[in-house]
């Protein structure tokens, strides 16, 4: 049986323009925290009995969350608190002490690596002088990380500063550490893992390196965050309908005024850089939008279909996203019941399309009003 830690007790210092009140491994993706994909990751394993929460800040986000949501993982789930903050070596140690087996496997909790624990924990056993085994991953066109260098005994040799590197080997932030051959007692309270563990013990020859092509990504960074809504969708989630928010989400937003016409309409380039996923993702997909110029007066209902004729053209024929219906709401007063955040739009819709159900079903849109409209309507719920 094999214990594991989670290192949740990240600031989450770089997320903060847009995570910035729960713990970074409790950020939302694609509707669930991201700390709900990694303990998903290790119920894939029976051999792990037991899991550790390395936690710290904002903690009682994690406790709250857990409390609801410990049924659905097949093994215990243990707390290690962090008073103060420890660095990722205090938090391990402490993680360590609450530890039974010799063997721990430790991940990060704002990475997502997904490694074959099995053939991991077989190359660990088979290096009976290893302290930590390393997952490896490899990388193309990087600068972002520090690269791993390893000989053909797998024993790794160096980590090198962070530059740019056409192709190679980095940390992927699963360990798995032989509580036997690391002592970590005369470090200071607060240290780092990566600079007065393992760097001090290359030269020792104990550190080994376990490569895997298993999915990768860090959501440490605003853009990687983004990334991984799109990705884990596609993924690791159930969900077989989506529901987008036009303006801001599909479009460019136009600053006081609204979108009347074709020639006024601008894809968002990142929205067309995951079209394609989304539509190789989804089985049904549907627009919901707030569209008050037409209320105003300020353009015609004919205009409207004109532009989502076209959008749906080039969204149909260059990225392979069919969208199956359009629902919007032309009310200029705020409690219109069709206009979000109310929840007219979405009754609509499963009147029109009964087999559509909402605990299959997510929505991505830029504003409160698509965050409220979601939750109103009982549906996950993406932020762009």
């Not at 074709?262 to 990142?270: A, D, G, K, V």
Request: net charge negative.
């Amino acid at each position: 049986m094999m214990e594991a830690i989670v290192l949740a007790g990240g600031l989450g210092t770089r997320l903060r323009s847009v995570v910035s009140e729960v713990p970074k491994c409790m950020a939302p993706v694609a509707g669930k925290p991201f700390l709900w994909y990694l303990l998903a990751y290790l119920a894939r394993y029976q051999e792990v009995s037991r899991v550790v929460l390395s936690v710290g800040y904002l903690r009682e986000v994690i406790f709250d969350w857990v409390k609801v949501a410990a049924g659905q993982f097949p093994f215990e789930i243990d707390y290690a608190i962090e008073d103060v903050p420890l660095g990722t070596g205090g938090g391990i140690r402490l993680a360590l002490s609450k530890c039974i087996g010799d063997d721990v496997l430790v991940l990060n909790g704002d990475t997502m690596f997904d490694v074959d624990l099995r053939r991991m924990s077989e190359s660990h056993v088979r290096q009976p002088n290893a302290a930590v085994t390393l997952s490896l991953c490899r990388l193309q066109q990087f600068d972002r990380y520090g690269r791993v260098s390893m000989d053909d005994g797998q024993v790794i040799t160096g980590f090198h500063e962070k530059q740019y590197c056409e192709d190679g080997l980095i940390n992927g932030g699963v360990y798995l550490i032989r509580r036997s051959r690391l002592d970590l007692s005369a470090l200071p309270e607060r240290f780092s893992f990566e600079k007065e563990v393992f760097e001090p013990h290359v030269k020792q020859r104990d550190l080994y390196g376990f490569v895997s092509d298993g999915f990768f990504i860090d959501i440490g960074i605003p853009e990687d965050y983004l990334r991984a809504q799109f990705e884990f969708l596609a993924r690791y989630c159930s969900y077989d309908t989506l529901l987008l928010d036009r303006d801001g989400t599909i479009n460019v937003r136009r600053p006081n005024d609204y979108v009347k016409t074709w020639q006024e309409f601008q894809f968002r380039p990142e929205f067309l850089h995951w079209a394609s996923l989304l539509g190789r993702t989804f089985r049904r997909i549907f627009i919901v939008t707030n569209q008050r110029g037409i209320g105003r007066g300020v353009m015609t209902e004919e205009a409207l279909h004109d532009i989502h004729g076209r959008m749906c053209n080039v969204l149909s024929a260059e990225y392979g996203l069919h969208v199956d219906d359009i629902f919007y709401a032309t009310g200029v007063d705020e409690a219109d019941p069709r206009r979000k955040p109310q929840t007219g739009m979405w009754q609509d819709l499963l009147e029109a399309y009964p087999d559509v159900q909402a605990e299959r079903t997510v929505m991505i849109g830029d504003g409160d009003a698509d965050e409220a409209f979601a939750r109103n309507c009982h549906l996950a719920f993406i932020r762009v």
